[in-house]
């Protein structure tokens, strides 16, 4: 008759055939949330419609509370920072485009039963803080290392494991410059907010969301590889549960569309009147640069190609695309795709794992383009 | 073989008995969210954990874009005013507890087909503007003026009826000062976001959401009462479809605990170790003063009092409550309960209607406390 934390958590399972979404998904569904789409416009995704994802409780860090991280392990100068020690560092601006690995995972067959996105798990924002090689250059990493790994202040429990939240790198990634990854403090120009990881924050260019870990406190560097439940358990792509898997690591291609028109409230249908519409939206890989969109109005059975934007040079952050579709009276299907310099695109068909990570499927945005004199 | 407005809308309606979350829900709930429990803790909630419920698309207004607030009908002197006239007039800020009319849908029975909140649609903030009473004094408002409706720019159809997001107020609400309505231009200092109706919104202090125009662009005084949609079809309580119903105005009152210890990422069940447990959280209501706030760990067979915070003077925004629970191990059903100074307060059994509005069943916060030796 014990009271064990295994009491309090649920396995890993997938929804059984039109199993509606269940009142543990909502609860995800209701305190997460995603992009609505029509932000998608937005350069900059203002913090509020940027997506969010917390695995446990957001921490409540009182304004006038130190904040000290620790840099341990496998360094030869072990250093314990304040938020000030940081800002001696050198500064680094990057925009980046950060997406939920599982971003897609409700639309899948089986549906694999996590935190329930569709397609708006997504935002892009400039963040600013110290090329986290620099701080490990300060405390000196040994040769011997392998992995690097950053603890957060989020505390909870999963499939009845009890953990901070921690994730990994690989020690070249970690000390490299390609991306170039930062421990943040700003994003676009403020503090960060509570639910993005105030007041530090990894931010890894072109990595799923992941591994950007916030509330960072600590940083340990190992000599042997890092076997912590978000790196061995959760994030792997697997097809079977006794499968080892691969790790989920850099962002696979995508496109979304801004819904033309205007929305039914409950359907979230959209609705466009005959004439010229304007169809834009936004592309991203971690892979690679994008180097191409493609629409379809007809569910992907044919494809027409979108005008990209210029090159900003802004490497880990999406671009804008866009293209005119006459729309006449009828039912539509438009979706777009993505592809990138090193070829890698998005499949027509679900690509499924059991965690339901790093699915890039196509969107599908049904709409319904009026009679020209409709009056209703 | 036409293509109607008709046919991008589904009607109101009841979901059957264990009917999971719908798509189309889903699709609701990952765009809008609420307020994650834990950020009860703020006075002040900020802006990205705020509770947003946005009806159609979150419009798009560049920074560059004039916007113009009109001020016409049944008034002597037709206003047109840029933020830069709406600034000339006297400037208040009021701090505001906002919740949404819906918050607590998804927890009743039968359940009522919409935005699926369980009970975290509601955020805190500081709304600084120019009391609407000084706007339609200088409009000088007919002595037959009835209603004043209120127009956003958010666009979209709902159950077939192609709109502009409108709500009215009663004339004497509208130009009095008990509430005082704000037509607000900042949130906590700052500019609005665009999702909580940037550049310019209502705030009506005590009253639902659903009343707080967003992206307000026009004022339009009548003679006859508001028949629109938001206000005359949706928004009211109804058991039967057939009912009038009764409109949906002020906040019942609520109280909310701020969920004690850490939680499991997918049940959102809650773990605490044995020994004292502080239990904190907000009571508020939009009908007369929070008066009493009680704790139930029984599921809400027995009721210990909590302590209220000293009045602060903001009586439109909610009241830090505490207590402690000495926590043994086993498993409960926590619960809050507000009252407010007219003797309203919150029901064990569901308040029933078929829109889900307006209603306050006391939450339910199952927590497992370990046993004291518990090494998992």
Known sequence: MGHRLADASTPARLAAPDEG??????????????????????????????????????????????????????????????????????????????????????????????QPWLVEAVGTAEWTGVPLRLLLAEAGVEADAVDVVFTGADHGVERGVEQDYQRALPAAVATGSEPEVLVAYAMNGAPLPPQHGHPLRLVVPGWYGMAHVKWLRDITVTDVPFTGFQQAVAYRLRRHPEDEGEPVTRIAPRALLVPPGFPDFMSRARVVRPGPVTLEGRAWSGRAPVTRAEVSTDAGDTWQEAELAPDDGHRWAWRRWRCTWTAT???????????????????????????????????????LCLDGDAAE
């Open 21 to 114: 979404i269940g009142r543990d998904e909502l609860a995800l569904a209701t305190r997460n949330h995603g992009l609505p789409l029509e932000a998608l416009r937005y350069d900059l995704t203002p913090p509020g419609l940027h997506y969010v994802l917390t695995h446990y409780d957001i921490p409540y860090v009182p304004e006038d509370e130190p904040w000290r991280l620790s840099i341990v392990g496998r360094v030869r100068h072990p250093l314990r920072l304040d938020l000030a020690d940081l800002r001696t560092f050198p500064q680094v601006t990057t925009r980046v485009t950060l997406e939920c690995a599982g971003n897609g995972r409700a639309l899948l067959t089986p549906r694999p039963v996590s």
């Open 329 to 367: 009276p009828g039912e539509y299907v438009l979706s777009a795709r993505a592809t990138d310099a090193e070829g890698h695109t998005q499949p027509l068909e679900q690509p499924w794992n059991r965690g339901g990570f790093a699915n890039n499927l196509v969107q599908r945005v049904p709409v």
